[in-house]
């Protein structure tokens, strides 16, 4: 079955602009997860959706938000860009759950520029 | 807060051989699991290994193997025989309920292995 796509794989963005990032699940998935990985912070959790709802987020400011659709895929957007925004955005998608695996994309280069 | 500590930035080890990668965690939980995910070059998160803390028996995949050690909050990685499609980032995680049936990653920093020919 088709793993996680995510798009696009690279952008460049302006400060002060705002960018939109997708991810589609693999298939009967309905948890998405997305994460921000730089090479000083590492890899942080920003939120994760299920059935549409945010169930939890990360310590990001109000500029990252996101979405999930009905058919579980979702959106991460990003107001006001800054030049520290410049990151990895990486979605999982899982069936949810303790004991479930998380399945990731190969990310969104985002650079602010 | 949960927190992961990967201890050692990088590594290398000779190809054929034995490596271990060290991680330890601090939780007051009793209810999570724990994993290993590769990163290669081409950015995509691989799972590797896990390990559910209720479980006493280690974790065994093929050529990777960990050491779980809950009391003392310590998870290291054993990779053997080595291969030169091993090198990679390799990040330490772990899952716990974060309330309303929430779950989240928190990872290592990451440890970078090479593979020596």
């Known amino acids: 079955k088709a793993g996680v796509t995510q798009t696009p794989r690279y952008l460049i963005k302006t400060r002060g602009q705002q960018v939109t990032l997708s991810c589609s699940p693999i298939?009967?998935?309905?948890?998405v997860s997305w994460y921000q990985q730089t090479p000083g912070q590492g890899l942080q959790f920003l939120f994760e959706?299920?059935?549409?709802?945010?169930?939890n987020k990360g310590n990001f400011p109000g500029r990252f938000s996101g979405r999930q659709f009905s058919n579980s895929r979702s959106e991460m957007n990003v107001s006001t860009l800054e030049l520290g925004d410049s990151a990895l955005y990486l979605c999982?998608?899982?069936?949810?759950?303790?004991?479930?695996?998380?399945?990731f994309g190969q990310g969104t280069r985002l650079t602010v520029v | 807060a949960q927190t992961v500590t990967q201890s050692q930035p990088e590594m290398s080890v000779q190809e054929a051989e034995t490596v271990t990668l060290s991680c330890t965690y601090d939780?007051?939980?009793?209810?999570?699991?724990l994993f290993w995910y590769k990163q290669p070059p081409s950015r995509q998160m691989i799972l590797v290994i896990r390990q559910e803390a209720y479980k006493q028996q280690n974790a065994t995949e093929n050529r990777f193997s960990v050491n779980f050690q809950k009391a003392a909050k310590s998870f290291s990685l054993k990779i053997s025989d080595s291969q030169l499609g091993d090198a990679a980032m390799y990040f330490c995680?772990?899952?716990?309920?974060?309330?309303?049936?929430?779950?989240?990653?928190?990872f290592g920093k990451g440890t970078k292995l090479s593979v020596i020919p």
């Open positions: 959706y299920f059935s549409e709802t945010q169930r």
């Open positions: 999982a998608s899982s069936a949810r759950g303790l004991n479930t695996e998380a399945f």
């Open positions: 939780t007051s939980e009793s209810d999570y699991y």
């Open positions: 995680a772990y899952m716990m309920d974060s309330g309303a049936g929430s779950y989240q990653l928190t």
């Open positions: 298939s009967g998935h309905r948890s």
